[in-house]
């Protein structure tokens, strides 16, 4: 499964993280396309919104997206909350 985080154009925050299926993300010579998944998200909720793919396992974008996360274009990585 693809784990996609829409993210608030204004603020960088996580708003929600959601699952879609590997279907939609790979080709049929098995590789993932980012693209795809965005695209399928923009559909369900609007092609105004910003969608990022992120880890379950933290293997890119520096970990794992929650809500309240923050997203860092910089450094293409997700920010936990702090306390």
């Known amino acids: 499964m693809a ?3 829409q993210i ?12 879609i299926s590997n ?3 790979y080709d049929d010579q098995n590789v993932e396309h980012e693209e795809r998944g965005i695209e399928l998200c923009q559909q369900l909720y609007g092609a105004d919104t910003v969608w990022k793919q992120t880890s379950y396992h933290g293997s890119f974008r520096g970990c794992y997206a929650g809500i309240y996360f923050l997203y860092d274009p910089e450094r293409d990585e997700f920010i936990p909350p702090t306390a």
């Open 3 to 5: 784990h996609f985080a």
């Open 8 to 19: 608030d154009p204004n603020t960088n925050l996580v708003l929600r993280v959601i699952t």
């Open 23 to 25: 279907d939609v993300t």
